[in-house]
């Protein structure tokens, strides 16, 4: 059984089973709700791309389950996504994002089944609001996965995506300080002001220079445990495999390790790794926290835009910063970070 955990409007897939082309009556979802969607009449809609079929919760299985339809199974190589329509009387209250829940292989005929009858009954009144939830890329987020209680790595979901995307990125599509709204950094691909040029975010920008405001500090080289020459990685591979499994997974721990630098100490501004600072952070988190947004390209367009922000800053009630950085692994202690998505 597929199982799906839904939280207001969203919903995730926590365990999957193997669609083949021809099932009938063979697999079902189960759903798991919050207490967004008591008391509410439930139709849940499945979509191959080229077909979507929409089953009220009356002709569901079994409490919170539902059978696949055959319809969007027929067609081996698809991607089948599910959504929730949550309805009271004849309004539409609560539509969820569409969620993966895999793709169809290709299976032995099942021509002449008796089991692949009609098309299950639908709720006609939802049936021309329902068609207007196309299968449009986006991406969303969740945090902590694995169930841990760090909170790290975080999820970027994938939806709307089939094994023709293999190729596309998943790019940081901007930067922002939340309280000052201000841009620290947008992706080449986003720039819209005159001579922006193409700059990139991280350490690698002041290494070597001077820098500072009231006073100069002399930061030191890119030291070797930095990844990417000093850079935050702003684009990754969607691979194929990757699209099938639906998400990507962030480690903030080592992601963000570009966007640390080292902390001066006295009037000699002298640096030192022992306690670190993030870019576009001061300490406490006082001009933070940051806002990352993710979005999708393809073919040096945007295909897909980002639904959720990822927010991260510092926690005030620290007294420093100390020992940030893990010299054994060279990477943070995100225990000084706060993560939350918005």
Known sequence: MIELNV?????????????TSGMANAVSVHFTFSSDWDNLSKTAVFSNGAETIAVMENAWNGTDSCIVPHEVLEKPY????????????????????????GRVRL??????????????PVWAQMENKISGLETTSYTSLEKNPSGGSSGYPVRVLLHGLTSADAGAHLYVYSVLRNRQRK??????????????????????????FTYGGNAEY????????????????????????????????????TWLLPLVKPKA???????????IGIIGLSQYG????LLFRFNIERGGSVVGESHDT??????????????????????????????SIR
């Open 183 to 208: 841009t620290c950094w947008r992706h080449p691909s986003n720039y819209c002001v005159a001579d922006e040029g193409g700059g990139r975010l991280g350490y690698g920008q002041i290494a070597g």
């Open 107 to 120: 299976g032995a005929s099942a021509q002449g089944d008796s089991s692949t009858n009609a098309a299950l």
């Open 265 to 275: 100490f006295g009037d000699n501004g002298l640096m030192s790794w022992d306690e």
């Open 310 to 339: 990822l927010c991260i800053g510092l926690r005030g009630s620290l007294p420093d910063t100390s020992d940030w950085f893990d010299s054994r692994d060279g990477s943070i202690r995100t225990n000084h970070m706060y993560v």
């Open 286 to 289: 006082q001009n933070s926290p």
């Open 78 to 101: 698809r991607t089948i996504v599910v959504g929730l329509v949550g309805t009271s009387g004849s309004s539409v209250i609560l539509p969820t994002v569409w969620c993966s829940i």
């Open 7 to 19: 939280t207001k409007a969203k919903m995730n897939a926590a365990a999957y089973e193997m669609l």
């Open 218 to 253: 002399n930061y030191s080289a890119v030291p070797e445990w930095m990844p990417n020459d000093g850079y935050l990685e702003t684009e990754f591979t969607l691979t194929k495999a990757v699209i099938e499994r639906g998400y990507y997974d962030v480690d903030i721990s």
